[in-house]
């Protein structure tokens, strides 16, 4: 594992080597494309905490596609479906099924991100372009990224409306409550076989990023099947984005099973963040989300040591996090709490993780072991192991 270099969480100072010309501010929204939006939106409500925030569809005008926008504290997903056969929504779907399509930037001038990436060599997916309400203007702009996934940059310092023009704020009388849900941690991406390091360059050439830690098939391995990661950050390391390759394993790796189902790259898993992970795990187990299996006990009765390692204590009770499955893993700044969903559409894809940093900046790789095992699990269930 390479070495942390003069991180700082409190997001001010910039990651040694990342060269910040775009900059970015933070994640604006992720946009998936899915099925049935009306009926996703009522999933990541009642099941999430999720908010009604916006909506655009025929009620609004817009003849093509309905969307819902949904919010948690910093965190916004947009749900959109196409309203036509003729929609290129449609072959989105068929090909993915419901997945990320847009992982939205939030940028203080989207013309000069879109110049800055594109000449750089990003392929252009929207170019600089000016959309306008009543409550003034938003620039967009995107880029390609891997698979058919895209980034758009979005300049909204001069607007005032609710989300973005031409969508309308949307009142529910069915409001769920929050789960806890704070802000996206970081969004991990999965690519081809031996395409890790091109994606590692992409970032690193054309948004500025800088590779922060790397993780090999040897310490990312079971009995049965590997992958590799590479975890690239932007200079203020508010937005980090793991890329993860299959490697060759005795069985076949995750990384292949989810490139078999989505047929190509794409976002494996979004890592939500909360600060308090315990009544969130909770509150989420209860309103039926699902989540990988708990460890075995042999796991909960080695966290003590792992703590004692690196000097840290445990502030929550030990039994309660295994009562609800969460992991636990340690580094020399602190510790986290981690646990991961089970994938939240039919195709084995995308899912979720709940993430609680206790001073730790690592992505849990002392667990990696534990989690594969609990997936290679539901791998074999699935005959895809
Ligand atoms: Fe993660």
Redesign the pocket.
């Given at each position: 594992m390479s070495e942390i270099k003069n991180v700082d969480y409190g997001l001010e100072k910039i990651f040694e080597g990342a060269k910040d010309f775009l900059p970015l501010l933070g994640t604006d929204y992720i946009e998936f494309y899915v099925g049935n939006a009306k009926q996703a939106a009522y999933y990541y409500k009642s099941a999430f905490g999720f908010q009604s925030y916006a909506y655009k569809g025929l009620e609004t005008g817009c003849r093509e596609s309905a969307s819902y926008v949904l919010k948690q504290d910093k965190i916004r997903i947009v749900l959109t479906t196409p309203l036509n056969s003729k929609s290129s929504i449609n072959d989105h779907i068929v090909k993915h099924g419901d997945g990320v399509k847009v992982i939205a930037l939030w940028v203080e001038d989207a013309t000069k991100s879109w110049k800055e990436t594109t000449s750089r060599g990003a392929k252009s997916y929207m170019k600089p372009t000016i959309e306008k309400d009543q409550y003034g203007e938003v620039v967009r702009s995107g880029i390609y990224t891997y698979g058919e996934t895209v980034h758009i940059f979005v300049e909204r310092k001069n607007y005032k409306g609710v989300f973005l023009p031409g969508f309308e704020k949307w009142d529910s009388d069915f409001n769920p409550e929050p789960t806890g849900l704070k802000f996206i941690?970081?969004m991990?991406g999965n690519v081809g076989w031996n395409e890790m390091n091109m994606w590692v360059k992409f970032y690193e050439d054309v948004m500025g990023f800088v590779n922060f830690l790397s993780f090999d098939d040897k310490q990312i391995t079971t009995e049965y099947s590997a992958l590799m990661s590479k975890v690239m950050s932007n200079g203020n390391g508010r937005i980090k984005f793991?890329i993860n390759e299959p490697a060759e394993g005795k069985k076949k790796s995750q990384i292949e099973e989810y490139l078999d189902f989505y047929e190509g790259p794409g976002a494996q898993?979004i890592?939500v963040a909360t600060d308090d992970i315990i009544t969130t795990v909770a509150k989420l187990r209860e309103r039926g989300v699902e989540f990988l299996s708990i460890p075995p006990e042999e796991y909960y009765e080695a966290v003590p040591l792992r703590l004692e390692e690196h000097n840290h204590e445990l502030k929550e009770d030990i039994e309660t996090l295994k009562g609800l499955g969460i992991l636990i893993d340690a580094d020399e700044e602190g510790y986290l709490l981690?646990i991961?969903t089970k994938p939240v559409e039919d195709r084995p894809t995308l899912f979720f993780?709940i993430?609680q940093r206790m001073g730790a900046r690592g992505?849990?790789a002392g667990n990696f072991k534990a989690l594969f095992e609990s997936i290679e699990r539901e791998q074999a269930k699935r005959g895809t192991l």
């Open positions: 941690d970081h991990v793991p898993h890592a981690q991961f993780e993430i992505f849990g």
